[in-house]
């Protein structure tokens, strides 16, 4: 159910940008995030903190998209976004106890410690080549490519790391069988 509330505003865009165009479509996002937002929080009770930070993102570089007429504003926001992830992901490495996906997936899985931090450089590693990845379709492909690109390109591409990462974090991972043995 997460994963469908979290793709909702970015099918909407899509939906819409294929039927009008790239700013209708921005308007579309901004008030689908808007509405995503305070709809979680109406349903489970606080902010999910990653779509707060994707509703400013969204409203100041959409707003400045639809304000300017520039849609250069909105091909970017995927890059940054990726940056700013890729950044919290390092700086984890340094501030606190836990890398961040260790706070985010440590209560479900128990692994090393080095696994955890190959884990986290290895996330701000592809965040980093998702935000270059991005920029370079934007300057290379019209605007129709890019928005498949960001629809089925960088959703795609994270599906496959996120198996990828699943994959490596079984091989260390304990069974329950393993811990009732010992």
Same mark, same amino acid.
């Given at each position: ?8 505003? $970015? ?6 940008? /294929?039927? %009008?165009?790239?700013? =209708?479509? !921005?308007? +579309? &996002?901004?008030? @689908?995030?808007?509405?995503?937002? $305070? ?6 009770? /606080?902010? %999910?903190?990653?779509? =707060?930070? !994707?509703? +400013? &993102?969204?409203? @100041? ?18 890059? =940054? ?102």
């Amino acid at each position: 159910m997460k994963m469908l509330i979290d793709f909702l505003p $970015v099918a909407l865009f899509f939906i819409v940008y /294929k039927m %009008e165009d790239i700013y =209708v479509a !921005t308007a +579309v &996002l901004i008030i @689908a995030c808007a509405v995503q937002t $305070v709809g979680v929080r109406l349903w489970k009770g /606080k902010f %999910e903190q990653s779509h =707060v930070i !994707t509703l +400013v &993102l969204v409203a @100041a570089f959409g707003g400045l998209t639809l304000f300017l007429h520039d849609e250069m504003f909105i091909k970017w926001k995927p890059s =940054v976004i990726n940056w700013l992830f890729a950044a919290v992901f390092i700086g984890s490495m340094w501030i606190g106890k836990q890398s961040i996906i260790q706070r985010m997936l440590g209560g479900q899985v128990s692994l090393p410690q080095l696994v955890w931090s190959k884990l986290n450089v290895a996330w701000a590693l592809f965040f980093t080549f998702l935000g270059f990845l991005n920029l370079y379709v934007v300057y290379n492909y019209d605007t129709d490519t890019w928005v498949n690109f960001k629809m089925f390109g960088l959703m795609g591409l994270t599906l496959v790391f996120i198996i990828g990462q699943s994959l490596y974090m079984a091989k260390y991972m304990e069974s329950d069988e393993s811990k009732s043995d010992t």
